[in-house]
């Protein structure tokens, strides 16, 4: 299967290939199956909500809205708040004490951390507490190692124009937003592929475009039909040589013109380049790519590709799966476009 090429890597890699085909004899069965199962077993087609279509568009709520943490987790960081003599009954209440922080508007916020201690058997005394913190480095968060036995949860947050990734294609870099209110496991994960500094073996292998059956806005023209082509670009976020681990499900809301989700739980993706009203609200999302790069998207939509059916669905296959890596970016006056970090390659 095109995602699991590895030909194009460097040959430090070349050990590992070793290895994987070792054990590849005993595993082909399941890897073949779980290509094939997996990109859409939650396939759009099977998952068409016909309430959604009936034209009564329901109330999107926005990101804004959520206010998620990772549990058994505690972030470390200087402290803005006190936790001591700041104490709240939920992690909720906690995080949107740091969410008005960002009150600027734009640029960072003063607080980007929320820790509190929620479990009042665990936290004895510390129930209740809230910590404000602020990050040197919002994309390396200071974490303390995390387990079952830390009773604290804790959440970031980001400004606005912070918290922006470069997804670097060979046809330009997708600015993703991420959210880490909404998909806090899911951001974390990214995160990590961040410090990493490589994601050998990531790349989009599927390209399909809004056809005639989305306009340039992703609304669905009507009467047209539903794909394929579904308008996405697919691809997988697994770097060689780590161990994934299934990201939960997060939030899930309407998957929009823009939305970056996982297809299950991972390492599994896709950038839909249409407002897909018709698919049920399944897939987590955890980043939307900036509006002015999605001519980026629609460009790799437009590459040569092949037919395939997984699971009974049509679908198309780059012809040559596009190599990705992730990128650091930094925001300066009026310039998205300025790269801080330099790969270790
Ligand atoms: C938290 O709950 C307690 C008891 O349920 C209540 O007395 C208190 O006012 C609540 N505190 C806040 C900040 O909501
Ligand atoms: C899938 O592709 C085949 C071959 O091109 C075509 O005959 C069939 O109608 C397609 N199915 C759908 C659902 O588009």
């Not at 890596?325 to 930094?330: C, D, E, F, S, W």
């Amino acid at each position: 299967m095109a995602r699991k090429q590895i030909d194009s890597e460097p040959s430090r890699y070349a050990s590992l290939i070793l290895l994987l085909m070792g054990v590849a004899s005993c595993t082909l069965v399941y890897a073949f199956l779980s290509v094939v199962l997996r990109p859409w077993a939650e396939s759009p087609v099977s998952e068409l909500d016909a309430s959604a279509l009936d034209g009564s568009s329901r109330a999107e709520v926005g990101s804004e809205g959520c206010c998620r943490g990772i549990e058994n987790l505690e972030l470390w960081g200087p402290a803005v708040k006190w936790g001591s003599d700041f104490k709240f009954n939920s992690s909720k209440e906690c995080c949107m004490a740091c969410k008005g922080m960002c009150s600027g508007n734009d640029g960072p916020c003063l607080c980007d951390t929320w820790v509190f201690c929620g479990n009042r058997e665990a936290c004895g005394p510390k129930f209740g507490e809230c910590w404000l913190k602020k990050q040197k480095d919002i994309l390396a968060p200071d974490r303390q190692e995390s387990g079952h036995k830390v009773s604290w949860t804790s959440g970031i947050i980001f400004g606005k124009g912070e918290g922006i990734v470069g997804l670097e294609t060979e046809y330009g870099t997708l600015h993703i937003k991420l959210l880490p209110d909404c998909a806090p496991h899911s951001v974390a994960y990214i995160l990590e592929l961040l410090a990493l500094r490589h994601c050998a073996g990531c790349q989009f292998y599927r390209a399909e475009s809004r056809g005639m059956y989305w306009d340039s806005q992703g609304n669905h023209i009507k009467d047209a039909p539903l794909g394929p082509p579904f308008a996405l670009i697919q691809g997988t976020l697994e770097a060689l040589g780590t161990t994934f681990k299934k990201i939960p499900t997060e939030d899930c809301p309407t998957i929009r013109r823009g939305s970056v989700a996982w297809v299950g739980s991972g390492p599994e993706f896709f950038i839909s380049l249409a407002n897909h009203q018709e698919w049920k609200k399944v897939y987590t999302v955890f980043g939307s790519v900036l509006p002015e790069d999605m001519e980026i998207a629609e460009k790799i939509a437009q590459l040569p590709t092949k037919l395939d059916v997984w699971n009974k669905i049509n679908v198309s296959v780059l012809e040559n799966p596009i190599p990705l890596r992730l990128r650091r970016m930094k925001k300066s006056e009026g310039d998205l476009n300025v790269a801080t970090n330099v790969e270790s390659e």
